[in-house]
C-alpha cells in the first residue's frame, strides 16, 4: 500500500498510555512551548500542536521557534571531559568547548554535524541558531550534551562489565516536527533526516503477517525493550565518528548492539503473546525502520569498520512488511548495509564457502577466510577478532526474524543467510579440515541466551521460501571505489 506523500507532512494525537491507535483527527491544542526528554521549545505565540503515535511532537506552521533550554553555546565549564583513545589508539572527540546542547535541521546524510564541537565533524555554520522560523516540512533535531565523555551504556543491561559505560558525548534528542495541516491520528513521525516526508499510519499495520511463534524460556522484559525504542535514534553520520554522538538516553552506540537490540525486539514482536502486549514494540521498530529509510534515502550507508554499521537493514525491510508498503523497499544503490558488504560466497580455508570480510577499518582490508590461520597477517588477525565478538552476534535473530518472515528474497542476500547459518551450526562438518585449528568458541551461540533458544527452536521449521537467487560481493576496483560484482555460489 503506498503512503501518501505530502507536500507538508501531518500527523495528530496518540495517547502513549493507551493501546488502541487513534484514526481521526481531533483538533489540537494550542501551546506556548513543548518539552519532550528534557528539551523544551518556545515560540513566539502559541501553535497548534499534537503528538505522532510513537510520542514525538509536531506543530502546525510555520511558527517561529524563540529559543530552546538547554540553550546551545559554549561549554559551561572548562573541565576537560576526560576524552580516552580505543585499543587502536584513536579517537574521534577533541576537547573542544565552542558548542554544547547543538540544534539541526539535517537535510541529508553526512559527516558534519552541529551537535557538538568535541564530535568530529564539527561545522558551525550547520547550527540551528534562535529565534527560528521553522517551516512546514522541517524536522528540527535538538540534543543535550553530556558534561563528561564516559556514561552509561543505554543498553547496559545487555552488557558485560568492561562495556557498562560507553564515550558518548550527547546524553539525549528530541525531533520537533513542522507540518501544514492536521492529518490522521495514526501517522508516524516522517524521517527526521532528509526532505521526504512520507506518512505512514498505524491502523495500515499487517497484524496478520506476523508468525506467532510459541514463547520459550527467558524472553525479556518487554517495557525494557519498549524504552530502547521510545525515542529517535540519531544515525545520519555514515562512518564509526556516529557512535560518539549517540545519545546516552536514546539509543545504542556502538552498532553491534544496534544489531543486538533490534534482533531481540524482532524475535520478541514473533511470540505468540497479545497484540496489546506487542503493539508498543513494534511501533517503535516500525518508526525506526522509517527514520533508516529516511537517512538511506538521503545518502545514508552503514559499511564502516568492523562492527559500526550493523542492525539497520532489518527494520527497514521489516516495516516495509507490516506496512505493505513497497516504497520502504526502494533505496538508491548508495545505500549499502553491514550484513551485505561483509558476506560473500568463496572457498574457505577448511571447506567454508559463506565467508566474512570486514572491507574497511582505518583503510581498505583484504578477504582472509580462504587462508589457513598460519597465513594471516596482523590485519586478518584484527579481522577475525571483529568477526567472532561484533557482527554475527548481532545478526542471527534478524536473520531468524527474516526467515520466519519468509523475507529471504526481500532481503536480497542469499550469502548473508548461509553465514548466519554457518555460525549457528551445532555440528561441525568441517572439523577434519581445520588442521588443527579449533573452530571459535563464539561459534554456535550469540551474547543473548533468548536469541540463542528462539533459533534452536525455530530455525528448522521455518517456512520454505525460495532463495533470491543474484548473489554478489563488493569489492575495490582498480580506482579504489567500493562496487558489486556477480558472486556464484561455490558447491562445497
Known amino acids: 500500500m503506498k503512503p501518501t506523500i505530502l507536500a507538508i507532512v501531518g500527523v495528530a494525537v496518540f ?12 483538533e489540537p491544542g494550542r501551546v506556548e512551548r513543548i518539552e519532550q526528554y528534557g528539551i523544551t521549545w518556545t ?28 540553550a546551545p553555546g559554549p561549554a559551561r565549564t572548562e573541565a576537560a571531559s576526560g576524552i580516552r583513545v580505543d585499543q587502536w589508539g584513536s579517537t574521534s572527540l577533541a576537547e573542544d568547548p565552542r558548542m554544547r546542547n547543538g540544534s539541526m535541521i539535517v537535510l541529508k546524510a553526512s559527516q558534519n554535524q552541529a551537535f557538538d564541537s568535541r564530535g568530529a565533524g564539527f561545522e558551525p555554520d550547520l547550527a540551528v541558531r534562535y529565534p527560528l522560523q521553522l517551516a512546514a516540512g522541517q524536522s528540527l533535531v535538538s540534543t543535550i550534551s553530556n558534561e563528561t565523555a564516559s556514561n552509561r551504556n ?21 525531533v520537533l516536527t513542522c507540518l501544514a495541516e492536521v492529518p490522521p491520528a495514526d501517522a508516524f513521525r516522517p524521517p527526521y533526516c532528509g526532505t ?35 525515542r529517535p535514534w540519531l544515525d545520519h553520520i555514515p562512518s564509526w565518528t556516529q557512535r560518539p554522538l549517540s545519545p546516552s538516553e536514546n539509543q545504542p552506540a556502538y552498532g553491534r548492539e544496534h544489531a543486538r537490540v533490534t534482533s531481540i ?32 534515502r538521503a545518502g545514508g550507508h552503514w559499511n564502516h569498520g568492523g562492527g559500526h554499521g550493523n542492525g539497520r537493514k532489518w527494520p527497514i525491510l521489516f ?38 570480510w570486514m572491507v574497511n577499518h582505518h583503510g581498505p582490508r583484504q578477504r582472509y577466510e580462504h587462508k589457513p590461520p598460519e597465513q594471516w597477517e596482523q590485519w ?22 527474516a526467515r520466519m518472515m519468509k523475507a529471504i528474497q526481500l532481503w536480497d542476500h542469499d550469502a548473508f543467510f548461509d553465514y548466519c547459518d554457518r555460525w549457528m551450526r551445532p555440528d561441525d562438518p568441517y572439523a577434519d579440515r581445520r588442521g588443527g585449528h579449533p573452530r571459535p568458541d563464539q561459534e554456535t551461540r550469540t551474547y543473548d541466551p533468548f536469541v540463542d533458544r528462539m533459533w534452536r527452536a525455530c530455525r528448522d521449521r521455518a517456512p520454505d521460501q525460495p532463495m533470491a537467487g543474484n548473489p554478489r560481493m563488493l569489492v575495490y576496483d582498480a580506482s579504489g571505489r567500493l562496487v558489486w560484482v556477480p558472486n556464484p555460489k561455490p558447491t562445497e
Do not use: N
Not at 495517547?15 to 481531533?26: F, G, R, V
Not at 562489565?161 to 558518548?168: A, L, M, R
Not at 567472532?388 to 542471527?396: E, F, K, L, M, R
Open 265 to 296: 525486539a524482532s524475535l520478541m514482536v514473533l511470540l505468540d503473546v497479545p497484540r496489546q502486549r506487542k503493539e508498543k514494540l513494534v511501533l517503535g521498530l516500525l518508526q525506526r525502520g522509517i527514520d533508516l529509510w529516511g537517512i538511506a
Open 196 to 230: 521526504l516526508k512520507p506518512l505512514f499510519r498505524a491502523s495500515r499495520i499487517r497484524w496478520d503477517v506476523l508468525p506467532k511463534l510459541p514463547p520459550v524460556e527467558g524472553v525479556p522484559d518487554w517495557e525494557q525493550f519498549e524504552r530502547y525504542f521510545q
Open 43 to 70: 515560540f513566539a505565540s502559541p501553535v497548534r500542536a499534537g503528538r505522532f503515535v510513537t510520542g514525538d511532537w509536531w506543530v502546525i506552521g510555520p511558527v517561529t521557534v524563540t529559543s530552546v533550554t538547554p
Open 15 to 26: 495517547t502513549m498510555a493507551s493501546t488502541a491507535i487513534a484514526q481521526d483527527s481531533p
Open 319 to 356: 516495516a516495509s512488511i507490516l506496512l505493505d508498503d513497497a516504497s520502504l523497499r526502494t533505496l538508491p544503490d548508495t545505500a549499502t548495509f553491514h550484513e551485505d558488504v561483509q558476506t560473500y560466497y568463496g572457498t574457505g580455508w577448511h571447506g567454508q564457502t559463506a565467508l566474512y
Open 380 to 401: 586478518d588477525r584484527s579481522t577475525e577478532g571483529y568477526r567472532v565478538s561484533s557482527t554475527a552476534q548481532g545478526w542471527i535473530g534478524a536473520a531468524l526474524a
Open 154 to 174: 543505554f543498553c547496559h543491561e545487555l552488557m558485560w562489565e568492561s562495556e557498562k559505560t560507553e564515550q558518548v558525548v550527547l546524553k539525549s534528542a528530541a
